[in-house]
């Protein structure tokens, strides 16, 4: 009897220590997916809209086609101001994500 009682007890033990591992795993996976988003850097002149969209806070994909469309039209971008040339993308938006924008111009070929 003193055997299956100890056995039910170890078995619980290793249950709630499993899931709780699992619990924090997850926990950490989260935690690190969303600190790379907010990390994440933009080539400015090689993205498209849609990358553009899910890097940038405050710009959906009007804004991001609006900006894809400005640098086909204009050429690339080569600092922040030329980036508020864009209709709809003013001082605010571009001070909020100027770490994350960068501006690696494409050589032509």
Known sequence: MRTRIFHA??????LLTTTSLSVIAKDADIDSSTASSSQQTIQINQASAEEIADALEGVGMN??????????????????????????????????NSAKIAFDVPIKK
């Open 9 to 14: 007890i170890a078995f619980s033990a290793a």
């Open 63 to 96: 804004k991001a086609q609006a900006i894809v469309d400005y640098r086909n039209m204009y050429g690339p971008f080569t600092s922040l101001a030329t980036l508020e040339a864009v209709k709809g993308i003013g001082v605010k938006t571009v001070e909020a």
